[in-house]
């Protein structure tokens, strides 16, 4: 892990980063033996407290939110609980999805159903000259994914439950194709970047893009 994150923007009441991928927001019982966190990393890195405004999954890379008080982190916490902030992700799927849609599909968590909705766009799509299963070669797409809500592992399982998963997503996308990635192809990341979060904070507009991770570029440039 890095001893510094990457700083996309910063002023005197919020910080956006950069995360890696495998890289936990904070302290969880996901992983108890964990040492590194991207909230204590970037409050060493800039010297002062931060408060994480919303989370990202360990093995989702891409842009995250901090605020610089306990004041602005209420406020962002709200903007993102009422939906005010547009959340974009881009992620490399198992097969050739439809150009776009929205899928419209409940998700259970803590045994609670909850509304679950997400726009999708194709972006791209890849075929690659490899056997798998019945099927001469390997199909594969780019695709753009906007929540709507912000359900636990949303986009994971919501692209899982219209057939096309996420590559190296574990435990909801494809065993066969995941392990097709990691030994023949040698690639084992989660291919999910949150790629853009757009809201307004103080009357201004703010648009914060994160640049692909190392793993994911090397995954388009070996598709294409």
């Known amino acids: 892990m890095p001893e510094q994150l990457e700083i996309l923007f910063e002023n005197n009441h919020i ?3 950069n995360k890696p991928h495998g890289l936990l927001v904070h302290r969880s019982a996901i992983d108890k033996y964990a040492t590194e966190f991207a909230l204590q990393i970037l409050r060493k890195q800039i010297g002062q407290r931060v408060y994480p405004s919303h989370r990202l999954d360990r093995k989702t890379s891409g842009v995250l939110l901090f605020a610089k008080s306990k004041e602005y982190n209420s406020i962002l916490q709200g903007l993102f609980r009422d939906r005010l902030v547009v959340k974009d992700y881009q992620a490399i799927v198992r097969g050739y999805i439809s150009e776009s849609g929205i899928i419209d599909y409940a998700l259970k968590h803590n045994d609670k159903s909850q509304e679950a909705k997400t726009q999708y ?3 791209n799509t890849f075929e690659l000259a490899v056997p798998f299963g019945k099927h001469d070669t390997c199909r594969y797409s780019l695709v753009e994914l906007r929540p709507e809500t912000g359900r636990f592992h949303q986009l994971r399982k919501h692209m899982a439950h219209i057939f096309h998963p996420i590559i190296g997503d574990r435990p ?11 030994h023949q192809f040698g690639m084992d990341t989660m291919m999910l970047h949150a790629h853009r979060l757009s809201f307004k904070l103080d009357d201004q507009s703010f648009i914060i893009e994160a640049p692909l991770s190392q793993q994911f570029q090397k995954a388009l440039d070996f598709l294409s």
Do not use: I, P
């Open 121 to 123: 766009s194709r972006l």
């Open 15 to 17: 910080v956006a980063v």
């Open 172 to 182: 909801h996308g494809c065993n066969k194709q995941n392990r097709l990635w990691k």
